[in-house]
C-alpha cells in the first residue's frame, strides 16, 4: 500500500551566492546557531552530521560571513607553532575533524583562538566523544564547546531534498516520481544523492525520461545485486 502523499512545503534560504539551503525541522538548530554568529558566548561551534546532510554548505555560509580561511583535518598535521599562531589571528574553518586528527596541533590552535579570541567553527560526522582522543588536555576543551547536530531527514525534509537533487542536475520529475521514490529508498541524505545519480545516468544511457517504469526497473537492480 502506498504511503499518504508527504506535504512539501518548505522554507529555502538564500546562501550568500550559494545554491539553495533548505531549512526543515533536521537542521533549523544549526541554521539558528550560524544566524546567530557572531553572539556565540564561547566564540566555538562543532557542526555535526551525517555525510552529505549540508555541514559544508551551512559552514561555507559562515565562512562567507565571519571571512574565515578553511583548514581541512589533514593539514593540521606538523603545521609549528609560528604557522599555528597566524592562522589564529583570524575566525577558522576546521572541516571534517575525525578521529586521526593532529591532536596537539588542534589543542594548540585552540588555546590560540581563545587568546586571540577569534570564532572557530568545527565539522563533523561525529561528536568529540567518538574521535577516541588520547591527549586528555584536549579532549577536555572539546568538551567545552557547543553542539548543533544535523538530523537525517525527516519526511518533509527528505522530499525536498529529492527534488533539489534532480533540480540541481536540471531534471524536471513529476509529483508522482519523487513520491514513489520516497516510499521506497532509505531515508538518508547519502542515499538521495547516490539515487538521483544513478537515475539520471541510465535516463541519459537508455534515454528514457525518469518515470515511475525507469524508478522501478533501477530499484529492481538495486535488489538483485
Not at 15 to 39: H, S, T
Not at 57 to 75: K, Y
Not at 86 to 108: N, Q, R, S, W, Y
Not at 117 to 131: F, G, H, R, Y
Request: net charge negative; charged share 20%; aromatic share 6%.
Amino acid at each position: 500500500m502506498e504511503a499518504s502523499q508527504i506535504p512539501m512545503n518548505f522554507t529555502f534560504r538564500s546562501a550568500d551566492g550559494r545554491e539553495d539551503f533548505l531549512v526543515a525541522q533536521a537542521n533549523e538548530i544549526a541554521v539558528g546557531w550560524i544566524d546567530k554568529w557572531p553572539a556565540w558566548q564561547s566564540g566555538f561551534l562543532i557542526l555535526t552530521g551525517p555525510r552529505g546532510c549540508g555541514k559544508s554548505h551551512l559552514a561555507g555560509v559562515w565562512q562567507t560571513m565571519s571571512n574565515a580561511i578553511l583548514i581541512q583535518s589533514s593539514d593540521l598535521a606538523g603545521l609549528s607553532i609560528e604557522a599555528l599562531a597566524e592562522i589564529a589571528t583570524t575566525p577558522v574553518l576546521c572541516e571534517d575533524i575525525k578521529p586521526g586528527v593532529a591532536e596537539t596541533e588542534m589543542f594548540h590552535l585552540f588555546n590560540l583562538m581563545v587568546e586571540n579570541k577569534n570564532s572557530m567553527l568545527i565539522t563533523a560526522e561525529m561528536a568529540p566523544k567518538q574521535w577516541n582522543l588520547t591527549l586528555p588536555d584536549l579532549a577536555s576543551r572539546l568538551g567545552t564547546i557547543p553542539i548543533a547536530a544535523i538530523e537525517e531527514p525527516d519526511d518533509q525534509l527528505f522530499a525536498a531534498l529529492v527534488v533539489k537533487h534532480f533540480s540541481d542536475r536540471q531534471l524536471a520529475v513529476t509529483p508522482d516520481v519523487v513520491q514513489y521514490l520516497l516510499n521506497r529508498i532509505e531515508r538518508s541524505f547519502a542515499e538521495i544523492a547516490r539515487m538521483v545519480s544513478i537515475l539520471d545516468k541510465r535516463a541519459l544511457a537508455q534515454k528514457r525520461k525518469i518515470n515511475i517504469p525507469l524508478v522501478r526497473d533501477v530499484l529492481m537492480e538495486e535488489q538483485e545485486n
